[in-house]
């Protein structure tokens, strides 16, 4: 296989700074490359493959829209740009040779509401950046009355710019005991992107919440809230229904959201006419097929006794299924389609130092294919691949910025639990240096219904780029791993999900890893949660924690969600915690300084968590900072507040530990 020298334009054009570049073991330089925000995200490949389109970084949480030629030496172009507050881009995808559709999404703070509201916006624009129209219902043109602005679900492939987009037909409620509910529901319309013009072929249906296409223009599924009551409150059940070959709406199957429990399908395969889904098999997700001829006949397609199925892997302007994924140590594609295995097997040959390997996009004629390749030393490149000409063209780099740097090696482990347990993790240490008695970091993911898994983690790596250990433990309580590990969720079985990250605390120091004066606990979300609770548990193991966006009293995330049709979902998987629960209850237990991180704008979870957290810790003498952003989400997406954390945990850890 032959491979080109591509064109490197786009990381010249977007770097930030000559710091952001240099080689040098600066705090601020090294916090500002890992910082930095994805340098080219949601890339896709114009219908000939001759064009992709990126979105791109700008000022603060600001984004722009380029499109670009394949050919070495084309210069980007911008189509599309918005200013991150509160608009940002996302899902950006060609419609046509010249025309693409995005999708703008915000958030906003609402009287009537417990935490901020997001909305969501389509709107079509050329590749030159002319002709941009608002396609979202002109019903919810109010970003104050209707939230939702549905949705594109088949690109209508041998179409010129039409596609079918889910569209809200009414405002959404904002006031009385139902925020977020819908009125007359959710239509689907096939709408012409240049023109605007749309006509219904799904009419409003009252609590839908999803439709499944064939990918050639039929809506085959639909899926239903199913809401009880004079209140109008979701069960945490959706209710699927298909048309059969009549042309009737037949009963699917009903999946519980709580629990998982039901065949969730995931795509539709017109030529087989049957649903892809997930059904668990002996506690773990299995993939089946489910016959859409009346049968209900489903067959197992793939099942693995020690993790779940997680996904679907879909390639082509029709999203047609190839195969699946799952994650053992790392992420295992499998394909369905030999054809795909075949070519995919020729790609890791001559990739063989980036083992993460996605097809991203496609042309109409399957041709080219846009690659997605990374590890866990690469932040990932994409390459166009021409099947015909058997050509591997390099185009551009995911994160410019750490192009340069040596990142660290990303260690697959088994950690011990003193119940004899062993739990899997991650372990990361500095590229250089010694392996033993470092400073050291554990760092529990958020969720808790997530995991982690190997590669590429900007957090992780900066850390370790700044000469430390860091051990990411899938706790009692991570997904991916089946009902028995998963127990009640890592919130009711928070004693044994905890438990485990001090466990991995003390096998950190046990394997003479890490130096027992210098450990930390950083974590995110539910994981500033986990970090939190550990050293109220174990005041003596960590000596200082790092909490961004974290929850701190469970009794009033349950309470946020009180006014929200999904409240009796969050109460379901919450619970009714006692006090010992909740960091915020216990804050006079906690014996090391501890640093609080969070977003004023967070829908997630509620700036007043980390207020609350500062004023207990406070009343209890204990040494605390807030570090506020303002205006920012939970995910903190923003270049200069991103350096900022970093660099302002890093300091906080070495002053705390005494580095």
Excluded at 113 to 123: C, D, E, I, K, N
Excluded at 162 to 182: D, H, K, W
Excluded at 254 to 270: I, Q, R, S, Y
Aim: hydrophobic share 40%.
């Amino acid at each position: 296989m032959e491979r080109a020298v591509g064109w490197f334009g786009v990381a010249t054009l977007l770097a930030t700074t000559t710091a952001a570049r240099a080689m040098t073991a600066d705090a601020h330089a090294v916090a500002a490359a890992f910082g930095a925000r994805e340098g080219a995200a949601q890339v896709s490949l114009s219908p000939d493959g001759s064009k992709i389109a990126f979105i791109a970084p700008a000022a603060g949480q600001g984004s722009t829209l380029f499109t670009v030629a394949t050919a070495e030496g084309s210069v980007p172009k911008p189509a599309l740009s918005v200013p991150g507050r509160p608009d940002r881009l996302r899902d950006c995808r060609w419609v046509s040779e010249t025309r693409l559709v995005c999708t703008i999404v915000g958030l906003v703070k609402v009287p009537e509401a417990t935490r901020p509201l997001g909305y969501s916006r389509v709107v079509a624009v050329d590749a030159d950046g002319s002709n941009q129209r608002m396609l979202t219902n002109k019903q919810t043109n109010q970003r104050t009355n209707a939230f939702y602005g549905g949705g594109v679900i088949d690109l209508l492939p041998g179409t010129d710019g039409a596609v079918l987009m889910v569209q809200p037909y009414a405002r959404t409620e904002q006031t009385g005991t139902n925020i977020g509910s819908r009125r007359d529901g959710l239509a689907v319309d096939r709408i012409d992107t240049r023109s605007g013009a749309s006509r219904t072929v799904e009419p409003p249906r009252a609590n839908a919440i999803n439709f499944l296409t064939d990918g050639q223009g039929a809506v085959r599924i639909i899926g239903y809230y199913d809401v009880r009551g004079q209140t109008n409150q979701w069960s945490g059940n959706v209710v699927y229904r298909y048309r059969s070959a009549t042309g009737d709406w037949e009963a699917l199957s009903t999946v519980n959201t709580v629990t998982a429990e039901g065949f969730a399908p995931l795509a539709v395969d017109k030529a087989m006419n049957v649903a892809y889904g997930l059904r668990k098999l002996d506690g773990r997700q299995a993939l089946y097929t489910h016959a859409l001829d009346g049968s209900d006949r489903e067959t197992l397609v793939a099942s693995r006794p020690d993790v779940d199925i997680d996904g679907l892997i879909r390639i082509g302007r029709d999203r047609h299924v190839v195969g699946y994924t799952y994650v053992t140590e790392k992420r295992i594609a499998a394909y369905l389609d030999p054809q795909v295995n075949t070519m995919v097997t020729s790609l890791h040959r001559a990739l063989p130092k980036l083992p993460q390997i996605n097809v991203v996009d496609s042309s109409s004629d399957g041709t080219k294919l846009l690659i997605h390749a990374a590890a866990d030393t690469e932040p990932g490149r994409y390459f166009l691949f021409d099947k015909v000409a058997k050509r591997l063209q390099v185009l551009m780099l995911a994160r410019p910025e750490l192009e340069q740097r040596t990142l660290a090696k990303v260690e697959p482990v088994q950690i011990a639990m003193r119940d004899g347990a062993t739990i899997p993790g991650y372990l990361t240490l500095p590229p250089e240096g010694s392996r033993k008695g470092l400073p050291a970091i554990v760092l529990p993911h958020g969720g808790p219904t997530a995991r982690d898994e190997w590669g590429f983690d900007w957090l992780a790596q900066f850390y370790a780029a700044r000469g430390y250990a860091v051990l990411q433990p899938n706790y009692r309580g991570s997904a991916g791993y089946g009902d028995a590990y998963l127990m009640e969720n890592g919130f009711r079985a928070w004693r044994t999900a905890v438990g485990d990250v001090n466990d991995a605390g003390r096998w950190l120091v046990a394997q003479g890893i890490a130096d027992p004066k210098r450990l930390g606990a950083v974590g995110w979300s539910y994981g500033g949660y986990a970090a939190l609770e550990a050293a109220v548990l174990d005041p003596e193991l960590f000596k200082a924690v790092v909490a961004i966006a974290p929850v701190t009293d469970l009794a009033s995330l349950v309470t946020d969600r009180e006014n929200f049709t999904d409240s009796r979902v969050q109460t379901a998987s919450i619970g009714s915690q006692p006090a010992a629960a909740s960091p915020a209850a216990n804050a006079a237990a906690i014996a090391v300084p501890v640093l609080l991180a969070h977003g004023t704008l967070d829908a997630n979870v509620n700036y007043a968590q980390s207020a609350l957290m500062l004023a207990r810790l406070k009343a209890a003498g204990k040494t605390v900072d807030l570090l506020t952003f303002e205006g920012l989400d939970h995910q903190l997406e923003d270049a200069g507040a991103r350096t900022r954390l970093l660099e302002a945990s890093d300091e906080f850890l070495r002053r705390s530990m005494r580095m």
